[in-house]
């Protein structure tokens, strides 16, 4: 019985933190410069 009281206890407290990173880890937005290009030329080497 202690050992599922623990069990219990380490998800909830799993769930907590993920919960505070979740909403406290900062902004969301993905970048808007960057990402993939089709490559030309002299790039295809």
Excluded: C, I, N
């Excluded at 919960?19 to 990402?35: E, K, M, N, Q, Y």
């Amino acid at each position: 019985m202690r050992g599922l009281q623990r069990a219990v206890l380490a998800l909830g407290l799993g769930l907590l933190v993920s919960l505070v990173v979740r909403f406290l880890g900062g902004d969301a937005t993905p970048p808007s410069t960057g990402g993939w290009r089709e490559l030309e030329g002299p790039d295809l080497r």
